[in-house]
């Protein structure tokens, strides 16, 4: 009986790769699990962009920055390499500082819904975004004030609609992130009467937070974003910004941002 033939070398060599490819997705799988939490990231892009990572692992999209490359790679790193669509998409403004990089993402992700801004454009991008949603089958609703999307065991809700943007406010148990990082002038007064302090609040820059938005929303952090061109625009010291003593954060001096909830407890930890 003849012997059998030893294995080729080729072969030797391949298995122990194939090994660590496999170890490597393993591991991959692992670190992209839901972990039960709620992640709100601030991406160090240009212009306004927010990635919402759900309790039970799906992802949101609010805005997408001005650079389409930037926004790409920054849900590459968060989402798993296998995962092609998004919970929703959410467009607060259709302008230059949030639309380029939403429509780059359609272009790699189907969005099961998306909530439209009051506020159109006939520009050719806007065209575009509305392209990609019908081609989808993506089911598109204007935000009206109350209107709210689940999350996974969070809430996204719209506190207020306007031309000039959308105020929204992400509830997980206990605590609530509030994204007024569109919200001009016009929106100072849309929460009359409100009380209960947020955790987090996404506010423009170029803004003054001493407002009685920042007022009736109390916020215990605040995040100033970039996105937001005021006529205007505010000059105060980082320390003048500190309304009621909030914590501050801007992603230039910061980095990446996250917000993360247990649904009792939230924090914030930064790239820098």
């Given at each position: 009986?003849?012997?059998?033939?030893?294995?080729?070398?080729?072969?030797?060599?391949?298995?122990?790769?194939?090994?660590?490819?496999?170890?490597?997705l393993?591991?991959?799988?692992?670190?992209?699990?839901?972990?039960?939490?709620?992640?709100?990231?601030f991406?160090?892009?240009?212009?306004?962009?927010?990635?919402?990572?759900?309790?039970?692992?799906?992802?949101?999209?609010?805005?997408?920055?001005?650079?389409?490359?930037?926004?790409?790679?920054?849900?590459?790193?968060?989402?798993?390499?296998?995962?092609?669509?998004?919970?929703?998409?959410?467009?607060?403004?259709?302008?230059?500082?949030?639309?380029?990089?939403?429509?780059?993402?359609?272009?790699?992700?189907?969005?099961r819904?998306?909530?439209?801004?009051?506020?159109?454009?006939?520009?050719a991008?806007?065209a575009?975004?509305?392209?990609?949603?019908?081609?989808?089958?993506?089911?598109?609703?204007?935000?009206?004030?109350?209107?709210?999307?689940?999350?996974?065991?969070?809430?996204?809700?719209?506190?207020?609609?306007?031309d000039?943007?959308?105020?929204?406010?992400?509830?997980?148990?206990?605590?609530?992130?509030?994204?007024?990082?569109?919200?001009?002038?016009?929106?100072?007064?849309?929460?009359?009467?409100?009380?209960?302090?947020?955790?987090?609040?996404?506010?423009?820059?170029?803004?003054?937070?001493?407002?009685?938005?920042?007022?009736?929303?109390?916020?215990?952090?605040?995040?100033?974003?970039?996105?937001?061109r005021?006529?205007?625009?505010?000059?105060?010291?980082?320390?003048?910004?500190?309304?009621?003593?909030?914590?501050?954060?801007?992603?230039?001096?910061?980095g990446?941002?996250?917000?993360?909830?247990?649904?009792?407890?939230?924090?914030?930890?930064?790239?820098?």
């Amino acid at each position: 009986m003849a012997a059998n033939p030893e294995p080729k070398p080729r072969t030797r060599r391949t298995a122990p790769r194939i090994a660590i490819v496999l170890a490597a997705l393993a591991a991959l799988a692992w670190h992209t699990r839901p972990d039960g939490r709620l992640h709100v990231i601030f991406p160090a892009v240009a212009g306004d962009a927010a990635i919402i990572r759900t309790p039970s692992g799906g992802f949101v999209l609010i805005d997408g920055g001005a650079d389409p490359t930037a926004i790409a790679a920054a849900l590459g790193r968060r989402m798993p390499f296998w995962q092609r669509s998004l919970d929703a998409v959410v467009l607060t403004s259709p302008d230059a500082q949030r639309l380029p990089g939403q429509v780059a993402a359609l272009t790699r992700y189907r969005a099961r819904v998306a909530l439209a801004p009051p506020a159109s454009s006939r520009g050719a991008t806007f065209a575009e975004w509305q392209r990609l949603l019908a081609e989808q089958r993506t089911p598109v609703h204007t935000a009206q004030p109350g209107a709210r999307l689940a999350l996974g065991g969070a809430t996204l809700t719209v506190l207020a609609a306007h031309d000039e943007g959308l105020l929204l406010l992400v509830q997980y148990g206990r605590t609530s992130a509030a994204l007024a990082h569109t919200a001009g002038p016009a929106l100072d007064h849309a929460l009359p009467g409100r009380t209960g302090q947020c955790d987090l609040l996404a506010f423009p820059w170029e803004r003054d937070p001493r407002s009685p938005l920042v007022e009736a929303l109390q916020p215990r952090a605040i995040l100033f974003t970039d996105g937001y061109r005021g006529d205007d625009p505010i000059e105060l010291t980082y320390a003048e910004r500190a309304v009621g003593g909030a914590d501050l954060y801007h992603e230039r001096v910061d980095g990446t941002i996250e917000w993360i909830s247990d649904g009792q407890r939230a924090w914030v930890t930064a790239e820098r």
